[in-house]
């Protein structure tokens, strides 16, 4: 029997961090930065890349340029056992690359190359029927990839379900005034939505979380799981509504990637056949690991790692 798998579809880019930036650049001309470096980043393979930390061998479905940038991520994966056997790669089109400034304050602004791979994904180059050995759908994120609207999100979904696949997105800011109820046809099919608070409520056109979640649930979503900052995230379906706080973390050197570090957490979890709680503890400590360091995901080193930080925070969660 083959071990089961979670298979991530959406963006595989490199991240160029610049730390601390800030707007004097623009009045100066140069800027003294105390770090400037290169990262793999992008949804889906940050994503990959803290399952392969936890100790999974993730499956990522994403597109690649036939270049440098598409050479660097390949050998990225291929040193953390992240399977690129259902990516593919297209001539003429430069892989994503994202300019990443980060503040002094762990806040970060991007700059993003519109023509690159990042925005090209469509539903020809998802596999369906997927590999059987996959468990769990993790589709990073809604609002990325313009290609795949409602209609082919739903057909993806859809064909998850059929074959008995657990179904998760992650979400980004919907960029032309979307709804929830716009995204009805594909958001029936997901069995657990993951936004920030920042996404939710713009898509939901509501003013608090509790009112977003209800919002999605009547959309059809099973589990709605809100990432809340430092107030942690609220998790609710049609049985229960509740709150997990955030993990203190004071040392926070740049927050790129914080939600897909907690999403990557929840997946593990999930996988592990933990309670939806649990899931949920585990990526808040996810994501206050990822803070530490500059990049999406330098902070997080290991499962054992987690488990400490978890350890570590009686009383707090």
């Given at each position: 029997m083959?071990?089961?798998?979670?298979?991530?579809?959406?963006?595989?880019?490199?991240?160029?961090?610049?730390?601390p930036a800030g707007p004097q650049v623009f009045q100066t001309g140069s800027y003294p930065a105390e770090e400037i470096r290169m990262s793999t980043g992008g949804d889906a393979l940050n994503e990959a890349g803290v399952l392969a930390k936890l100790g999974e061998s993730p499956l990522l479905c994403t597109l690649l340029g036939e270049d440098e940038p598409a050479q660097i991520i390949e050998t990225y994966c291929k040193e953390k056992g992240i399977s690129l056997q259902y990516s593919r790669k297209r001539a003429g089109i430069p892989t994503g690359m994202n300019v990443v400034l980060v503040d002094e304050e762990g806040n970060r602004s991007f700059l993003t190359n519109r023509n690159g791979t990042l925005r090209k994904l469509s539903r020809e180059d998802i596999p369906l029927p997927f590999p059987?050995?996959?468990?769990?759908?993790?589709?990073?994120?809604?609002?990325?990839?313009?290609?795949?609207?409602?209609?082919?999100?739903?057909?993806?979904?859809?064909?998850?379900?059929?074959?008995?696949?657990?179904?998760?997105?992650?979400?980004?800011?919907?960029?032309?005034?979307?709804?929830?109820?716009?995204?009805?046809?594909?958001?029936?099919?997901?069995?657990?939505?993951?936004?920030?608070?920042?996404?939710?409520?713009?898509?939901?056109?509501?003013?608090?979380?509790?009112?977003?979640?209800?919002?999605?649930?009547?959309?059809?979503?099973?589990?709605?799981?809100?990432?809340?900052?430092?107030?942690?995230?609220?998790?609710?379906n049609r049985r229960e509504l509740f709150w997990v706080p955030a993990i203190v973390q004071k040392d926070c050197v740049d927050t790129t990637g914080a939600g897909d570090s907690f999403v990557g957490g929840f997946l593990y979890s999930l996988l592990q056949g933990k309670t939806l709680k649990d899931c949920a503890r585990f990526a808040n400590a996810c994501g206050a690991a990822a803070v530490r360091k500059v990049g999406a995901t330098e902070g997080i080193e290991s499962r054992e790692q987690i488990e400490e930080i978890l350890n570590n925070a009686d009383g707090q969660i």
């Open positions: 083959k071990k089961e798998k979670i298979m991530l579809i959406g963006a595989a880019i490199l991240d160029v961090l610049v730390h059987e050995e996959v468990k769990i759908l993790g589709f990073a994120s809604i609002f990325v990839s313009p290609l795949l609207g409602v209609k082919e999100m739903a057909e993806i979904f859809r064909a998850a379900k059929e074959q008995d696949i657990i179904v998760c997105a992650d979400m980004t800011k919907c960029k032309q005034g979307e709804t929830a109820e716009d995204l009805r046809e594909a958001l029936a099919f997901v069995d657990y939505l993951m936004p920030n608070e920042e996404e939710a409520l713009l898509v939901t056109q509501k003013t608090s979380p509790e009112e977003a979640v209800e919002e999605f649930l009547r959309q059809g979503v099973k589990n709605v799981i809100i990432k809340c900052g430092k107030r942690g995230c609220l998790v609710g």
